[in-house]
């Protein structure tokens, strides 16, 4: 049966070295260029399409294929996503948190954004300060939602119809305001992929996270959704839902992070 899975990527690095320069919290999902680069030949070669982010607006082609997304809005994603896109004709949906765009170093700026819309890219929303939503008070969860849709309509003149929960974490308020705020699609980070040939389910997406490390073989099975990969996935994603249950979430993301850095 075939499948469409949509792949989470974050930030690119050109050199190994400008690892060390990446926040220790966010390494575990840095690529380098050369690594993303191989990945997208890779799917070229296994023949998995890659899709127009719009289509997940429809019915998913019945062949099945792979969407690529990216979070929070590095700079990398117009200075490296973007050219290694375009050289192989393929599009990206990148979710743009909107507090950070030209105010944070290694964040990309107003124009970039544009560029990667006018390059013919989607654009979604992860929120206006990167704050998890889920639990949030009724007021704020409004702010972040509200607020990241009007600016990237303001921004870009066209209102984004798809967002990415910051941390992949969402509850029941959270998904409803997101859809009073605008937003069609709501993507999280569990792992999982879509029934190819049907509508896109309105439910919180499942995606599959790219970190580095991957042989060229183990990707190809992930993002064909194969049952191995995506059950080794889904077994990790549980172990850490566990461990920040029992640790709580500000102990358990310390924790990730020193073991990281
Ligand atoms: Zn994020």
Redesign the pocket.
């Known amino acids: 049966m075939s499948r469409v899975a949509i792949l989470m990527y ?1 930030g690119l690095v050109r050199d190994p070295a400008a690892l060390r320069d990446i926040d220790p919290a966010e390494r575990p999902y840095t690529l380098l260029l050369d690594e993303f680069e191989g990945q997208l030949d890779a799917l070229s070669r296994a023949g998995v399409p890659v899709l127009d982010p719009e289509v997940l607006h429809g019915c998913l082609p019945a062949g099945g294929g792979v969407v690529l997304t990216f ?2 809005g590095h700079a990398s994603n117009a200075e490296l996503a973007l050219p290694a896109l375009l050289a192989r004709g393929q599009k990206a949906c990148f979710f743009i ?1 909107t507090g950070f765009v030209g105010q944070r170093a290694g964040y990309c700026s107003w124009q970039q954004v544009r560029d990667l819309a006018a390059q013919g890219m989607r654009i979604g929303a ?1 929120g206006h300060t ?1 704050r998890f939503l889920a639990g949030l008070p009724a007021a704020q969860l409004r702010e972040e939602l509200d607020c990241s849709h009007a600016i990237l309509a303001e921004q870009l003149g066209a209102a984004p119809r798809q967002m990415s929960f ?2 992949g974490r969402a509850d029941a308020d959270a998904l409803a305001r997101a859809r009073l705020a605008g937003f069609e699609l709501l993507h999280g980070s569990r792992p999982g992929a879509l029934r190819a040939g049907g509508p896109t389910p309105s439910a919180l997406l499942p995606r599959l996270a790219m970190r580095p490390g991957l042989s060229a073989g183990r990707f190809t099975a992930l993002a064909q959704a194969r049952s191995g990969p995506l059950l080794r996935a889904r077994a990790v994603d549980a172990a850490k839902a566990l461990a920040r249950a029992v640790l709580g979430h500000e102990r358990y993301h310390r924790l990730y992070t020193r073991l990281r850095a």
């Open positions: 974050h979070d929070d948190t992860h990167h910051p941390g």
